[in-house]
């Protein structure tokens, strides 16, 4: 099946701890992109990449770091400067040149203790 | 990207159309609406977009009004299912999706 894949659903760690959360798709998408959703709130941008080796901060940047070596995988760690980790992270790719969706994963939420 | 304004929640019976406003305002020519869903704990679902036109899908209509300052998206005839959160973004073409709170419709039997 085609599609954006985002594990695991649920991830702990300690706190100090860095934790990378990975993401998949064999959509053939020249984009990708990070989210973070805390409770009741809307999607904030963490980072996104537009093509394979170039990445750009988002929103809410600082705490993340991303790779994007390959085209099909846009991997996030979360590192121990991110005051506040413990969040739903949502990962979408798009395809380049179009002007429609965004695809989502399913999403992994973090919970640091 | 343009700011939307949307109610924080609505309510809907089953069957009936859900009716959901968004307010955009200062949105430029070059920008798209565009409407999302997100079930809980879920990905958002990409529901519709347009630019100036009425558009409609298997899933939705879009309204944009004659100014572009406000648009509605319709659900011809609502069931529990389409309970979620649903998002209004404006953006320009290939640029990045900006979501807001967005408003939470619940469908009721």
């Known amino acids: 099946d085609g599609g954006i894949t985002q594990s695991p659903k649920y991830l702990f760690r300690k706190e100090g701890q860095n934790v990378t959360l990975s993401c998949e798709q064999n959509?053939?998408?020249?984009?990708m992109y990070w989210y973070r959703q805390d409770p009741g709130q809307g999607l904030r941008l963490i980072y996104y990449s537009q093509i394979v080796n170039d990445f750009q901060k988002g929103d809410i940047a600082e705490g993340y770091s991303v790779s994007r070596e390959k085209k099909e995988s846009f991997p996030l760690t979360v590192t121990s400067a991110q005051k506040n980790p413990t969040a739903f992270y949502l990962c979408?790719?798009?395809?380049?040149?179009?002007?429609?969706?965004?695809?989502f994963g399913p999403g992994t939420r973090l919970t640091v203790l | 990207d343009a700011k939307t304004t949307q109610p924080t929640s609505m309510d809907c019976a089953e069957g009936r159309a859900a009716n959901l406003p968004c307010n955009h305002s200062?949105?430029?020519?070059?920008?798209?609406v565009y409407w999302y869903r997100q079930i809980h704990s879920q990905g958002p679902q990409y529901i519709i977009h347009g630019l100036k036109n009425n558009e409609t899908n298997e899933m939705a209509s879009l309204i944009i009004t004659e100014d572009r300052k406000s648009s509605t998206l319709i659900l011809p005839h609502a069931t529990l299912r389409d309970t979620a959160v649903y998002y209004c973004?404006?953006?320009?073409?290939?640029?990045?999706?900006?979501f807001g709170a967005g408003t939470r419709l619940t469908v009721k039997p």
């Open positions: 979408a790719s798009r395809p380049q040149g179009r002007a429609d969706t965004q695809y």
């Open positions: 959509l053939n998408h020249d984009a």
């Open positions: 973004i404006v953006r320009p073409d290939n640029n990045d999706m900006r």
């Open positions: 200062t949105i430029s020519g070059n920008e798209y």
